[in-house]
């Protein structure tokens, strides 16, 4: 696996711990990376009543695999929403996403390559 794999459009199938019709309330639930050179990605993420922007670096963890630490911040609902969070490839086109809160819960979305 390479930095490029991480790049397009990501539907978000689950959302681990969250109501189970959570992410249709909203018609196209994604997370899209753009990866501008092979340390930094810019994206978005749309999914439920959340939406925002994400800036992040490729790093290797302790296993060495290859994974996407980020910053985020957005909306969910009125609310301003900001934190970190990390998404690693799994296989057959498979990311898991996890979302840190600043002062709020961690979330985990399964998303699928669209």
């Not at 501008?36 to 978005?44: C, F, L």
Request: with cysteine; glycine share 10%.
């Amino acid at each position: 696996m390479n930095e490029m794999d991480f790049a397009g459009k990501w539907r978000v199938t689950k959302a681990l711990g969250l109501v189970k019709d959570y992410l249709s309330l909203t018609p196209d639930p994604h997370v899209q990376f753009t990866v501008k050179n092979k340390k930094e990605v810019d994206g978005s993420y749309h999914f439920g009543a959340q939406d925002g922007y994400m800036d992040g670096r490729f790093e290797t963890d302790k296993e060495g695999n290859l994974q996407l630490m980020f910053s985020f911040e957005g909306s969910d609902e009125t609310t301003e929403v900001s934190g970190c969070g990390t998404a690693t490839l799994g296989s057959q086109d498979t990311l898991l996403l996890k979302m840190h809160y600043h002062m709020g819960n961690t979330s985990t979305f399964i998303c699928k390559r669209n």
